[in-house]
């Protein structure tokens, strides 16, 4: 240990010793030579102000601008605070345009019927109601009182049906879209049938969405304002029925009106369409864009799985569908991802606890840049302006009622009128913009120093230039002279006296 704490000795000393030969070979200047070159720094100095300073022979003259210097220097250096003060705290505005476009792209309109199981399905099956209810509960947290007499007959049936599968069983027992349900379609002018619709699961069972993913070959764009897509539902309530106990005691159509490139999200969200009605919807297209952390809160890096586009419904249901194949090594069918398909038993032992933990843990949550699903960086919505009507008049009641070879009270309880279009050919950003970028900041910070010094960023370089030639003096003085002046002793007074004796002599 000595002999590592001598080497490392050894070698500082060895490279301080370097050091003072190499500083040693430099011309060192004198105290009038100092001085000339920081007198020649001020008069030549672009920094307004110090040449008045130096030059000045009167001395009331010298004190005014070094007063003034000094102030300059002391509102520059306030100024330049509060501009990088002001620009640390991240602060943005809000531009709004309206952009006016010759066609644009039809959203996609997701339908489901409230009534959302056959009548003839659900009458072997009565407790689907509460295992339905259960199973949603992955797309929205719902309370469900462990002691009801539902989930004692649950528990009991999926004890009994080990094998049954509740998502095939809403696929094929549940709302479908056909000719006797869709007696009517027309987007634009055109016709358009069950075809043009495909299948997707939500909280409502088996829905059905226009213009959205696989189900168009091209983006469905309109050139005219107030035309659009217009539906006519039959939504079939003998065929079709629901649990009043569980809070469905609507019948109708509700849909869900969202970007062709995102999932429907129903909860809150949805428009409803009683029967006996027709209901126009007139929207616009409204883009929003927010900046990224610490602009905004939005997270540009954020890449879903299974969605091409990021929203954070669609991010979500990931969080949950990875949390939950985590725990239970299964994933729910109402939720995107790979894997085994979990099974009524899993939903009762692992999926809904795992549901309670997420929640209790917040585990998935939204809002701002650090939590699991930040807002989106770019989001398009289409807000809606919705007007109804009674539908049909006594007139047509007559006419539909012939055509359709269909009672009155039937087309009265069962017909649902639907029209969506747009009210003007146009679209508006709301866009989240830096309030002050980099550039502007430099040129604001520039802007003061040349109003109160006269400074630039050559001034700049000129300062710095002089400080350190400075501080090289300064560790010359300290490596070179300070020892030489330390190791100087006076002569011992002995050899002072010898000397004398011999002068005598």
């Not at 003060?85 to 489901?112: D, G, H, R």
């Not at 539902?150 to 879209?177: C, M, P, W």
């Not at 809150?268 to 126009?280: D, F, I, K």
């Not at 009265?412 to 002050?436: G, H, M, P």
């Amino acid at each position: 240990m000595e002999q590592t704490e001598k080497s490392k000795v050894y070698a500082e000393n060895g490279l301080l010793e370097k050091i003072k030969l190499c500083l040693s070979k430099k011309p060192q200047l004198s105290p009038n030579e100092r001085k000339k070159f920081d007198h020649d720094f001020a008069i030549s100095t672009s920094f307004h102000g110090i040449h008045n300073i130096v030059q000045n022979r009167s001395k009331i003259r010298k004190v005014l601008w070094l007063v003034v210097v000094l102030g300059s220097v002391s509102l520059v250096t306030w100024q330049i605070y509060s501009r990088l003060l002001n620009y640390f705290t991240w602060p943005t505005t809000t531009s709004i345009e309206v952009q006016y476009v010759e066609k644009m792209e039809f959203p996609a309109v997701t339908f489901c019927n409230l009534n959302r199981f056959q009548t003839d399905a659900v009458a072997k099956f009565g407790v689907i109601f509460f295992l339905w209810h259960i199973v949603s509960e992955v797309l929205h947290l719902r309370k469900i009182t462990a002691n009801s007499t539902g989930s004692t007959e649950a528990t009991d049936f999926v004890a009994s049906h080990q094998n049954f599968s509740i998502a095939e069983f809403i696929r094929n027992k549940g709302f479908y879209l056909d000719n006797s349900t869709l007696l009517d379609c027309d987007f634009f002018g055109k016709p358009c049938s069950p075809k043009d619709f495909g299948h997707v699961f939500t909280e409502y069972g088996n829905c059905f969405t226009f213009n959205h993913g696989e189900t168009i070959q091209a983006k469905r764009k309109v050139s005219v304002s107030g035309r659009g897509l217009s539906l006519l539902f039959s939504v079939n309530q003998e065929t079709f029925t629901d649990n009043p106990g569980l809070g469905f005691v609507d019948a109708g159509i509700i849909f869900a009106i969202h970007s062709p490139k995102t999932v429907p999200q129903f909860d809150g969200l949805g428009l409803l369409s009683p029967v006996g009605m027709h209901t126009r919807v007139t929207i616009r297209q409204v883009k929003t864009v927010h900046q990224e952390y610490p602009w905004g809160e939005c997270n540009p890096n954020i890449k879903l799985q299974n969605f091409s586009n990021y929203s954070t419904s669609g991010c979500l249901k990931e969080c949950k569908a990875q949390h939950i194949k985590k725990q239970c090594g299964c994933v729910p069918f109402l939720l995107p991802g790979n894997g085994i398909e979990c099974d009524l038993q899993k939903y009762f032992n692992c999926v809904s606890p795992v549901l309670d933990h997420i929640e209790l843990k917040e585990l998935c949550t939204v809002g701002t840049h650090n939590s699991s699903c930040p807002v989106s960086c770019e989001e398009t919505e289409y807000p809606a302006t919705i007007s109804y009507s009674s539908f049909p008049s006594q007139k047509a009641l007559k006419y539909l009622s012939k055509k359709l070879n269909q009672s009155r009270k039937y087309i009265r309880e069962n017909l649902v009128k639907i029209e969506i279009n747009y009210s003007d050919l146009n679209y508006k950003i709301t866009q989240q913009q830096k309030a002050v970028s980099v550039p502007e900041l430099l040129a604001d910070l520039g802007g003061q120093l040349g109003l109160f010094c006269g400074a630039s960023l050559i001034t700049i370089i000129e300062i710095i230039e002089y400080l350190f030639t400075n501080f090289y003096w300064i560790c010359i003085f300290f490596l070179l002279k300070i020892p030489e002046m330390t190791q100087w002793t006076p002569p011992p007074q002995n050899h002072l006296g010898n000397k004398n004796r011999i002068e005598e002599c």
